[in-house]
């Protein structure tokens, strides 16, 4: 008997040591091939620009090209069922918006649960948002704009897509009383031209994407949504300035692979992407766009997700989000 047990022990700890080895060597030889990075909103926008910068600072760490996907629909679920569905070996990685990992919660049969499912690999920047209008819309401050808003029920219509731009308007809705209908697109680039035409009247969107529209005249930013006063637009209040706190919602950005890719590997690609969040070259494109370079380990980001989600759970009973 005593022999059995030292023989199956001997069994068991060479099956590990071999398990090892091959993942060490798998870890020394990866990349073998180009990695896709599938990204969950149009391209063009202020995510999709923050992914195809990370993309090719990461593909300089790796050696390897690592090809943007475009991958928009369903609040995000697209991008993450087949960056799941692929295979465990590396080359596949998820870059979504901090908002989506609302997803699931906005989506009950959705079958994706964000924790157990996706593993954070780092957090790579953040995008300030803000609130514009069209210059149709007579408010000049975020005031009038409520006081037009109820004295003129049903007309406004705000356009959203991502969840954090659904939780924005759900917020402004209910800080400030009133009822306008909201309209959704796929993602904000989509949203911007029906914003630019009068079709929509308002949108809560990324500052990058709304002040170059904004500084022509097409556009009027009534607010930001920070804590402080954007440094671009000194002279525009913030939403908690402006009356309403509660306006407010994560805007940080996050790389995440499948949670059946090995250790090792998402070891190595955390690495690789903080160096790629840590060069000059990627902080200076991030300023010139207005976005914000933040970086994060994948121990503190998991931290982040796991007290947001929570955050997030209540937001959604709160406001009785759906996805559109």
């Known amino acids: 008997m005593r022999h059995l047990i030292r023989s199956l022990a001997t069994t068991v700890a060479l099956t590990c040591s071999v398990a090892v080895m091959a993942q060490t060597a798998d870890t020394a030889s990866f990349p073998t091939k180009p990695l896709r990075m599938l990204v969950p909103v149009p391209a063009g926008g202020p995510s999709d620009f923050i992914a195809r910068q990370v993309a090719q600072q990461l593909s300089m760490s790796l050696g390897q090209m690592v090809t943007v996907e475009n991958k928009p629909g369903a609040n995000g679920l697209l991008a993450a069922r087949e960056a799941l569905s692929a295979p465990a070996d590396g080359h596949t990685v998820l870059y979504a918006p901090g908002s ?53 029920p049903g007309i406004l219509n705000v356009a959203t897509s991502t969840p954090s731009e659904v939780l924005a308007a759900a917020q402004f809705m209910k800080g400030a009383g009133i009822q306008v ?17 009068g079709r929509v009247q308002l949108m809560f969107g990324p500052l990058s994407l709304l002040q170059p ?19 671009s637009l000194p002279d ?56 914000a370079v933040e970086g994060a380990s994948p121990q503190e980001l998991a931290a982040t997700i796991s007290r947001e989600l929570a955050v997030w759970a209540a937001v959604v009973d709160e406001y009785k989000l759906t996805a559109d």
């Open 181 to 197: 209908t909201r309209v959704p697109y796929k993602g904000g680039t989509q949203a911007l031209p029906d914003l630019l035409a």
């Open 236 to 291: 525009v209040p913030t939403m908690a300035e402006a009356g309403l706190p509660s306006v407010e919602v994560p805007t940080w950005q996050g790389v995440y692979t499948s949670a059946t890719v090995p250790q090792a590997l998402r070891a190595r690609l955390a690495t690789d992407i903080a160096a790629a969040v840590a060069r000059a070259e990627l902080r200076a494109e991030f300023d010139r766009r207005m976005l």
């Open 100 to 152: 989506m990992i609302a997803t699931p919660l906005l989506s009950k049969g959705s079958g994706l649960d964000w924790s157990r499912d996706l593993a954070p690999l780092g957090k790579v920047g953040r995008v300030p948002f803000a609130l514009a209008v069209h210059p149709g819309v007579q408010a000049q401050t975020v005031a009038d704009l409520v006081k037009q808003a109820r004295e003129q």
């Open 213 to 231: 529209q904004a500084k022509s005249g097409a556009l009027r930013i009534l607010a930001t949504l920070a804590p402080q006063r954007s440094p």
